[in-house]
């Protein structure tokens, strides 16, 4: 099975800072990769999928790129509402495997 | 609007079974694989399972493969886990998920908000 692997797990950074999350697939997916953000208590919530499509509603300070094995989940300028875990997904096949998720918080 | 809303969950035995539902709305059911996402308290998460739009098609993580069975019936709109030789491992929050459209692979839209299992003597 393909692995997913997320860094850095955790990450602490300014309001207003740059921050960005990689993924790392073990084989090719293509650009079948999908971004989640959950905040704590709450259900996930889709950001971005087809590794660059912003979901409806999300908003423009998130952005995805990549293809193939290597992702990126950028948020351009972060802000306190932010703060959460942000999980990778594959969905090209089964298994829907995730990564092991990143841990934004507010410096 | 698209919903989805987990029932069934509770507190089990180990080496016990727990049937969990996942009733839809909002949207042409029939047409949706349908997936289940766990949760084990302060973890990440983890996908189990998926059934295809017509219930032909089904796939399990490794870790539960051979215990948990899924199933669904479109003229109710749900979908239906079932859980059989349960661990402590198993204990999390289940979340059901919509999954891809016919002919097109599709991220998890929708969630529902999940039901929780606990797996304790």
């Known amino acids: 099975d393909i692995q997913m692997t997320q860094s850095p797990s955790s990450l602490s950074a300014s309001v207003g800072d740059r921050v960005t999350i990689t993924c790392r697939a073990s084989?090719?997916?293509?650009?079948?990769l999908a971004w989640y953000q959950q905040k704590p208590g709450k259900v996930p919530k889709l950001l971005i999928y087809g590794a660059s499509t912003l979901q409806s509603g999300v908003p423009s300070r998130f952005s995805g790129s990549g293809s193939g094995t290597d992702f990126t989940l950028t948020i351009s300028s972060l802000q306190p509402e932010d703060v959460a875990t942000y999980y990778c997904?594959?969905?090209?096949?089964?298994?829907?495997?995730f990564g092991g998720g990143t841990k934004v918080e507010i410096k | 609007q698209v919903q989805l809303v987990e029932s069934g969950g509770g507190v089990v035995q180990p080496g016990g079974s727990l049937r969990l539902s996942c009733a839809a709305s909002g949207f042409t059911f029939s047409s949706y694989s349908i997936h289940w996402v766990r949760q084990a308290p302060g973890k990440g998460l983890d996908w189990v399972t998926v059934i295809s739009s017509d219930g032909t098609k089904k796939s399990f993580a490794d870790s539960v493969a051979g215990r948990f069975t899924i199933s669904r019936d479109n003229s109710k709109s749900t979908v239906f886990l079932h859980m059989n030789s349960l661990t402590a491992e198993d204990t999390a929050l289940y979340y059901c998920a919509r999954g891809s459209i016919v002919g097109a692979k599709r991220p998890h839209d929708y969630w529902g908000q999940g039901t929780p299992v606990t797996v304790s003597s």
């Open positions: 084989q090719d997916i293509s650009n079948y």
């Open positions: 997904q594959k969905y090209n096949s089964p298994p829907r495997t």
